[in-house]
Every structure is written in C-alpha cells, then in structure tokens.
C-alpha cells in the first residue's frame, strides 16, 4: 500500500509570511495527526483528526495556525503569520484506528522541513 | 500531562553487541499503549515496537524486546545483535485510548563496526 505522503519536502520563507503543507494519509485510515519536530527534540503533536473531525487541538496555536481535513481524506496545516520559532519538521501520521477502538501504530510521512527567516 | 523522559541523548554499541535504550513516562491512566520509533537519518519514522499496558508479557519482535515495568513507569528498549542498520534516532511514544502520543525527545544510536 502506499505510504503517508506530504508536499512540499522543504520550504523557506521570511517572518510574517503565510505558509501551507499538504498530507494525504494512507487509504482507509481514520485518524490523522500534524506532529511539529523542532530539531533535536521529539515530535510535538499539533493536532489530530478522526476522520473530518477534530480530536485533539489543544497545542495548536490558533491564533496563528489552522489545519482541517476534508471530506475525511486529505489534510492542509497552515501558518499565517509565520514566526522564526516555527522553524520545524511538520510530520504528518496516520492510523488505522478511530480513537475509543484499541490503538494501532502511526504511519508517518517524510516530513516537510520549514525554514523561516 | 503526560510526560515521557529519554534520560539518554546519545548512546553508542558495537556491532552485535546489545545495547538497552531507557524511557520513563508518567501518568496517572492505568490503561495506555507504548511504542518505540526508529527515525533512521534523513527517512521517516517507523514503528519498532508495541507495547499495549494491559499485558503482562514483554513484547518481543524478532532482535527487539522491551522491559515494561508499570509500577516503575518504565519502557527499555533492548536491541541484541545489534546491525549497522539499526543506527538511527529511537523514540518512545506514550499514547492513551484515545490516540493522542506524547514523544520522547529521543536517543541517538550509532553502531560502530
């Protein structure tokens, strides 16, 4: 089957410009996740879907990022404005499984590495 | 919130030889699901292996087992036989019921021929 697959791999843009990512998960996954991995540290969740619906937005900051997922397929993550510390690694994953249904591993894609400066 | 800890940043084997990756998390749910990732350099993320709370028994896939101890909140990794393809960032992931992982911020393993 096909993997998680995310556009662009890299991006570089200044300070207060807007910035959008794209993640189409694996066929039949459920739930999707944005992951913010700054260098050296883990994956930080952003957010995660089930299906078009939103689990989990709690480390999302709203006030300058938003991300939603379509029709329960495709999901956008968007900056606008961009800060210096949003330079990351924006991963998304995908899992078989609807949370409250036993928990399966998380696919991950390879990530798109912002640059802001 | 839930918090995971990899006490070690970097750690370093020789080939063959068995190296244990160490992670403590802490909650206070008693029904939760732990995972080892392996990000190899500049390739994504990959499962290495699962661990659900609920089970007693250690899992065990094939050179990779792990020593669950939920009393102590502990989740070793232990690689034996150790291969120049296992040198890679590894993460332990804590997840609950619903999904939602919290990461470790990962040990780097170099394997040294």
């Known amino acids: 089957e096909a993997g998680v697959a995310q556009s662009p791999r890299y991006k570089i843009i200044e300070k207060r410009q807007s910035v959008a990512f794209w993640c189409n998960p694996i066929?039949?996954?459920?739930?999707l996740y944005w992951y913010q991995q700054i260098l050296g540290q883990g994956p930080k969740l952003l957010i995660q879907f089930q299906n078009n619906g939103v689990v989990d937005d709690s480390q999302l900051p709203k006030d300058r990022f938003s991300a939603e997922r379509l029709k329960g397929v495709d999901s956008t993550l968007k900056i606008q404005p961009a800060k210096l510390e949003d330079s990351a690694v924006y991963l998304c994953?995908?899992?078989?499984?609807?949370?409250?249904?036993?928990?399966?591993?998380?696919?991950f894609g390879p990530g798109t590495r912002l640059t802001v400066l | 919130a839930q918090t995971v800890t990899q006490s070690q940043p970097e750690m370093s084997v020789q080939e063959a030889e068995t190296v244990t990756l160490s992670c403590t998390y802490d909650t206070s749910e008693s029904d939760y699901y732990l995972f080892w990732y392996k990000q190899p350099p500049s390739r994504q993320m990959i499962l290495v292996i699962r661990?659900?709370?609920?089970?007693?028994q250690n899992a065990t896939e094939n050179r990779f087992s792990v020593n669950f101890q939920k009393a102590a909140k502990s989740f070793s990794l232990k690689i034996s036989d150790s291969q120049l393809g296992d040198a890679a960032m590894y993460f332990c992931?804590?997840?609950?019921?619903?999904?939602?992982?919290?990461f470790g911020d990962g040990t780097t393993l170099t394997v040294k021929p």
């Open positions: 992931a804590y997840t609950t019921n619903a999904g939602k992982s919290t």
């Open positions: 994953a995908s899992s078989r499984s609807p949370p409250g249904t036993g928990v399966n591993e998380q696919f």
């Open positions: 661990q659900e709370a609920y089970k007693q």
């Open positions: 066929s039949g996954h459920a739930t």
